[in-house]
């Protein structure tokens, strides 16, 4: 397993992003990963509109996972409207 950075928008409103977060926990945990650290980077203003919405809130998980499950939770991901954007970075060790 390989150790990755998951950096992740979701929409600031509450029942939202609690929907979006518990869905990729979901994932990960159905993928095999294991969660190493959580960490809320709060709400800021992004660059340009995602899904009509203007501002999200960042939240980056540290994970190791096998390298082959990655495609499959991306394809998840991609389907779910509470996951505005999403990036998965392969850490160094």
């Not at 995602?50 to 540290?62: I, S, T």
């Not at 994970?63 to 160094?92: H, S």
Request: glycine content about 4%; hydrophobic content about 40%; overall charge negative.
């Amino acid at each position: 397993m390989r150790s990755y950075e998951l950096v992740t928008i979701f929409p600031t409103e509450e029942e939202l992003y609690r929907l979006g977060k518990e869905a990729v926990l979901a994932e990960l945990q159905n993928q095999g990963a294991e969660l190493v650290k959580e960490e809320e980077m709060g709400e800021r203003q992004l660059s340009y509109p995602v899904k009509d919405r203007p501002r999200g809130r960042y939240v980056l998980f540290n994970i190791k996972m096998a390298p082959d499950k990655i495609i499959a939770a991306e394809k998840v991901f991609k389907l779910n409207t509470n996951v505005l954007k999403y990036l998965f970075v392969k850490v160094e060790e």
